[in-house]
């Protein structure tokens, strides 16, 4: 399967960016780029034939520089929030940047892994293409202990497989937590909301929140609730009791290391769709709720509700909450991830 190299421009001091291009038979094209190992667009066609760009993203290197909301990058070394930016492990205390309104530590800080150029080994055989993405994230980076050296690879096969796979080893313990930030919209990219998309959750619990988005400890049952996606609905249904999803759910039957499906999500009109599976324990839904009318590729503007997000990942604040399952690497041991997206056109 091919994959080209295509220069995506260079940062202010010069560093280059590169972007690369996975493609298969069935005509789906993947773009990559090594800055923040981020999903810059995926092409797929329609149950007509006709194919778009399904990820959410900007036409230049210069739009993922700008402050915009994690478009399609990779997020660590801790995705999702840290409360008061703040933990203790084995005694020590550590405070983290609060880049969440000055009050909580999001998605790995100031200058996480989202704005980091990777190196990036491109490779390619009869039945998968793919990009090798690496980084060392330096003791101390963004307050967190330990160098840790990271392993992302993104591959495309023939069975219309978007697979991530992460890896990360350490030499001091230190808690890890990586995830993929792609906002969807299966309509196209700029067509518009996402409320007519029919989500289905393999989830029947869901992590109960403050008002800042940080868990409190509680893990709830979603039935009776407007966070109830066991059976296939549209986003838009209740979503206007809630406001706005940004929840993390508990996946069903969840094993770590065992890839359980966690999500698929569809739209009719286009005939085009999802299937998650993953071997982590909980999934993030984000719909876009803050998205506020930006410029995104080919002119599109990307406003609120108008792509979601669905994060594989451990729980948010596990580090503070030790009933959660633990996101503490230690010297020694893999941290390894894997999340596969398959896409369906019906």
Known sequence: MPIKEETFGALPEGTPVTKFVLSNLNDIRVEVMNYGGTLVAVYLPDSRGNRTNVCLGFDTLEGYLSDQPYLGCIVGRVANRIQGGQFTLEGISYTLAKNENNANHLHGGVRGF???????????????????????????????????DVTIVYSLNEENELTLNYK??????????????????????????????????????????????????????????????????????????????????????????ELVKAAEVFDSNSGRGMRIVTTKPGVQLYTGNYLNGIQGANGAIYDKHHGLCLETQYFPDS????????????????????????????
């Open 114 to 148: 989202d704005k980091k150029v990777w190196d990036a080994e491109p490779f390619e055989t009869e039945d998968v293409c793919g990009v090798t993405l690496k980084y060392e994230s330096e003791d101390g980076e963004e307050g967190y202990p330990g160098n840790l």
């Open 168 to 257: 990360a080893e350490t030499d001091a313990p230190t808690p890890v937590n990586l995830t993929n930030h792609a906002y969807w919209n299966f309509a196209g990219a700029g067509s518009g909301t996402i409320l007519d998309h029919v989500l289905k959750l393999n989830a029947a619990k869901y992590l109960v929140t403050d008002e800042a988005n940080i868990p409190t400890g509680a893990i709830n049952m979603v039935n009776g609730t407007p966070l109830d996606f066991q059976k296939a609905k549209r986003i838009g249904a209740d979503i206007n009791q809630v406001g706005g999803y940004d929840h993390c759910f508990v996946i069903n039957d969840e094993e770590d290391d």
């Open 319 to 346: 580090v503070n909450k030790s009933q959660f399952p633990s996101t503490i690497l230690h010297p020694g041991d893999t941290y390894h991830h894997i999340t596969i997206h398959k896409f369906l056109v019906e």
